[in-house]
Each structure stands twice: as C-alpha cells, then as structure tokens.
C-alpha cells in the first residue's frame, strides 16, 4: 500500500481503510488500478533477491515476471507460458494449482490457523503428520522436529549431533564432514555444510568444526580409467583417512544428499553408500541423510535413502513434503539418537525450536499432498517419467560437440557441457555454456537450471509432466545447445 507521512511524521498509509471496508483479494490488488507503475519496477525498487547479481537487479529488475500456474507450466504477466523443467526449485513435484492443496491449506486456517508447540502444548495436524513421516521413512526413525527450510532443518541436525555427543559425555566429538559440491543450505552452519566456495566467500564460512571431503563425481573426479568399485574404494579410504587424521573421537557426522542436486546431479556409482557407511560405523561417526530434493519420490522411490543403501541415524525433508505449497521441513530423529537425547537429559528442557515448528497450516498441507502422491500414485510415475526424460536427454546429446556428459537417476537429470572429455576439459570461463544454453531455453519457453561452478544444465520437473511435455523439454534444450555451439563455432 501507498504510504504518507501524518503530522507526526511517522509512516501511515495513504488510503487508509475505513472498518467497515473489505480487505481486497490477491487478485484485487494485483487489477488496482491505483497502482499505477509495473509491477516488476515495484520488484525492482523493494525486493532484495537471493542468489542475483543485486546491482544489475536493482537496474534492470526480474528477469520474468511470474503470476500464476497450472501442472508444469508458470506463466509471466504478459501471459506467456513456460514449461517449468525444475518444478520452481526442485519442489513443486505434484505440478501447480492443485485445490486439494488449496481446500486443506482453508480449511486448516479456519479450523486452527496457528498454536505453538513449546512447553509441551500440541496441535492435532502435525502429529498426523509426523505418523504418517514415521511409517514412510526408512527403518529406525521415531521423532520428527519440523522447521520452515532445508536450512535451519540442517542447523538443528547439527545442533542435535552435538547436543548427542554432550550427553553421552563426548564434548570433542563435534565436527561434521560434508562433501565438497554438496548444498545443505545457507544458515551460518548450513552453509558451512554446503560445498562451494562461491557460497562461503563474503560470508567468512565455513565456520570451524565443519570439513569437506570428495564427492563421487566421476566427470570431475575419477582417475584416467579408473573403475567405479576402484573410484568408491578411493573416496571410502579418503573419508577414513580425514576421521583418522581428525581424530575419530573429534568427528560426530557425516552428512550427504543420496544425488547431489545442486552440486551437478550427481549420482553416486553402485556400492558408494555402503562403502562409506562402513567407514562411519568403525569409527562410530552418525549419518545424517539430506533428503530435501530426493526425499518424497523424485528418485522413483519414496526416499534416495532407500534406493542407494543409505542407513541414517538423523534425515532432514523438506520441498517435497509440502510440493511448496507452504514453506516446511523436519528432522527425522532414529530412535538410537533419540533415546539418548530423552534418556540423558533428565529434566532439562530441549533449549531449540521456532515459533513456527510443528505449524499445522504447514502440516495439513503436507498431509493432502502425501494424499495427492499416493492416491495418483506420484513416486512410481516419477520412476517411469524420469526413465524417460534420461533416456531422452542422452538420444539427443549423444556425441553432441559441447557436451561432456549427460547423467541422472529418477525425474532428475543434469547435462554438462565441457570443452573435451578424457581428459574433460572445462570451458574457461566456467559456466558461461551452461547460462547461455539455460537462456535460450527460456527465450524458447523451457525453464533449466544452470548449477554453480560448473558447465551444467538441471531438469528436475513436477512428477505430473506428461511424456509430450517432457520431448517438448529436451527438443527445446537441444535446439538452445545447438545456437550456441553455433555462436562458439
Ligand atoms: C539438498 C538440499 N538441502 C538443503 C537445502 C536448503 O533448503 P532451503 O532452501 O529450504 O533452506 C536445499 C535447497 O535447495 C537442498 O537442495
């Protein structure tokens, strides 16, 4: 709303309303025809954008403007639509506009909009919720501690890895190794987690007590012919050697994503998991599964946890618990790291929580779209769709000049360009391929996903794309690689 000073020179509206004046819709405010400037210059003016170029942003203003959707297509405020291959950010897995979402998010709000969690005091949806959480989660897990992101569910696995070891009389066994690429967030200890340097600079990150070790990505990574069994023996014995180096008594979690979303797509060869949960049991180093973008069936399965070996003692969701239609997460606590939270602490209170956990907006959401993904049977579509889009991507970049690799498990998917593979040689300056193929793909009305430090396009689309759609996407992204080989040629 428009502002002007009163005589006190303190802010007041400008049209102030009178008691009796209804409070206007979305869509009222958005036709007001007292709003006289573009709706992206009033973006351009007030809103402060994460991960944008924040000079150019305040010149030039959004990129697009979205203003409404439906299945896998957004549309901008000129009306035109885009086919949305990251389902917003690898989230909106059961597709736009759906009113089961809709009813259960208004019929929460008028039945009990908000009560607090703390001291005891409960709401009804969220222990629903966290039943239902409990039964689909892989074996061992027993409590769940909701949040509002990926991130500051990651911050409270660190916290509860630490408050563990107190208990148990470890004070030194705190430090917490991830991997190098890996995204977990960008709290000051979730970004510590998160592997790229571009997110720790400016920020002084990563904080002490957080390490990061190899990534199985082969492109990148692997020896000249080296096997996948001889590349997952490598990074296992590189995890072992920094425990030991640490001291195995100074080291108290290991966390990963099953596939490395952000950090390229990355698929861990067979046998990865395992190997490195052998390395944390011998040295008694917990798991912590960052199941945000797989969790909830983009790998075709209800957890990556389940297809790739991963055994977690502690798993943080989040995106796909709710689609995106309200902002949730959690922390799944198994109950060997819970009885020691429980039984040790006697009478002292859990000093951690948010306003905002255990929010029943939040979990009556999640709860229809669990629904939604059982009833249409969601995870197995995204297995078969996923099968698709893979198969698909590599057809039409098979021996493509710029391409290094084309890779992805499940409804996700990644090609990478590079400028010659064995040895893979990376363009210089890294990462100007993959925006200008990203950008070709929009002008076209395809929306990808160009990942940080690296050459690389993402598909990650809502598990409802239909099969025409999903030709649609990779017939778009190939003609976009196609002009800009031609530019470089
Ligand atoms: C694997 C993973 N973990 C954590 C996060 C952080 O989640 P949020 O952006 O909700 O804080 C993300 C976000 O993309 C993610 O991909």
């Not at 351009?44 to 150019?56: A, E, G, N, T, Y």
């Not at 390490?211 to 199985?216: A, K, R, S």
């Not at 197995?380 to 198969?391: K, S, T």
Request: glycine share 8%; with cysteine; net charge negative.
């Amino acid at each position: 709303m428009e502002q002007g000073l009163d005589i006190r020179g303190s802010r007041v509206p400008k049209f102030a309303y009178r008691a009796t004046d209804r409070i206007p819709s979305t869509l009222d405010r958005m036709s007001a025809t007292s709003h006289t400037e573009s709706r992206s210059d009033t973006d351009r003016k007030h809103v402060f954008h994460p991960f944008s170029v924040l000079q150019r942003h305040e010149q030039s203003g959004p990129r697009r403007m979205m203003v409404r959707a439906s299945g896998s297509t957004v549309y901008d405020e000129d009306g035109r639509g885009y086919l949305d291959a990251m389902a917003g950010l690898w989230c909106v897995n059961i597709g736009y506009g759906r009113r089961e979402l809709a009813d259960a998010l208004h019929d929460q709000t008028l039945r009990l909009a908000y009560y607090h969690s703390f001291s005891s005091m409960a709401t009804d949806t969220p222990a629903l919720l966290a039943e239902r959480l409990i039964d689909l989660a892989p074996e061992g897990m027993s409590k769940v501690l909701y949040g509002t992101s990926g991130s500051d569910a990651n911050d409270t696995q660190i916290k509860l890895v630490r408050l563990y070891n107190n208990l148990l009389g470890r004070p030194q066994k705190k430090k917490v190794i991830s991997r190098r690429r890996g995204y977990h967030g960008v709290t000051i200890a979730s970004g510590s987690l998160t592997g790229f340097d571009g997110m720790h600079q400016g920020f002084d990150l990563p904080m002490e007590g957080i390490l990061h070790t190899t990534p199985p990505y082969r492109l990148r990574e692997a020896l000249p012919g080296e096997s996948d069994a001889d590349f997952v023996a490598r990074l296992a014995a590189e995890l072992d050697a920094l425990i030991v180096a640490e001291g195995p008594d100074t080291v108290a979690a290991f966390i990963a994503e099953p596939v490395q979303a952000a950090g390229g797509v990355i698929v861990p060869p067979d046998g990865y998991f395992p190997a490195i949960q052998e390395v944390l049991r011998k040295h008694d180093v917990l798991m912590i599964a960052d199941e945000v973008v797989c969790g909830f069936g983009r790998l075709g399965t209800w957890f990556g946890s389940d297809l790739l070996g991963i055994e977690p003692d502690l798993m943080t969701v989040a995106k796909g618990i709710t689609s995106a239609y309200f902002p949730l997460s959690a922390c799944l606590v198994s109950e060997r790291v819970w009885r020691v939270l429980a039984d040790e602490s006697g009478e002292r209170a859990f000093g951690h929580g948010y306003t905002y956990t255990s929010h029943p907006l939040a979990a009556a959401c999640a709860l229809a779209n669990l629904d939604v993904i059982e009833r249409d049977g969601l995870v197995a579509q995204a297995g078969e769709r996923g099968a698709r889009l893979n198969a698909r991507l590599r057809e039409a970049f098979d021996g493509h000049p710029l391409v290094g690799e084309v890779r992805g498990r499940g409804l996700i998917a990644a090609v990478e360009f590079t400028a010659g593979t064995e040895p893979t040689r990376l363009f210089d300056p890294i990462g100007r391929i993959a925006t200008r193929v990203d950008a070709e793909c929009l002008e076209r009305g395809v929306i990808t996903r160009v990942l940080p430090d690296s050459d690389t396009i993402s598909f990650s689309p809502p598990f409802v794309i239909t099969e025409a759609e999903i030709d649609e996407v990779v017939a778009v992204a190939r003609e976009a690689a196609d002009v800009v080989a031609a530019e470089i040629a």
